[in-house]
Nanobody
Framework: VQLQASGGGLVQAGGSLRLSCTSS????????MGWFRQAPGKEREFVAA????????YYADSVKGRFTISRDNAKNTVYLQMNSLKPEDTAVYYC?????????????????WGQGTQVTVSS
């Protein structure tokens, strides 16, 4: 499974961005998908996850109510809609493919990673 993330950029606090992650694999729809982020000097942390059919989602407390994860299996794509962005959301955002027919918030549950896309939120 190869993953390509896009959609990052520079935005002012309170603004919005939508990240996309497209897979080249034919088995995309079998994987639970997740978004993680890593700020400079910090460990990579969980942001959001969605189950293989999209019926279940899970969010980190820090983004709950502001971010929405979704997927379109026909397009082999998972999205992260980010609203009400804060400077502390600044990080490199990574998409990942993980548990088969499942959902997970643990980094070690994910086997395939995209290259990351930079999100910078100015105050």
């Amino acid at each position: 499974v190869q993953l390509q993330a896009s959609g990052g950029g520079l935005v002012q606090a309170g603004g919005s961005l939508r990240l996309s992650c497209t897979s080249s694999g034919r088995t995309f729809s079998s994987y639970g998908m997740g978004w993680f982020r890593q700020a400079p000097g910090k460990e990579r942390e969980f942001v959001a996850a969605i189950s293989w059919r999209g019926g279940s989602t899970y969010y980190a407390d820090s983004v709950k109510g502001r971010f929405t994860i979704s997927r379109d299996n026909a397009k082999n794509t998972v999205y992260l809609q980010m609203n009400s962005l804060k400077p502390e959301d600044t990080a490199v955002y990574y998409c990942a493919a993980g548990p088969i027919r499942g959902i997970a918030s643990i980094l070690d549950e994910y086997d395939y990673w995209g290259q990351g896309t930079q999100v910078t939120v100015s105050s």
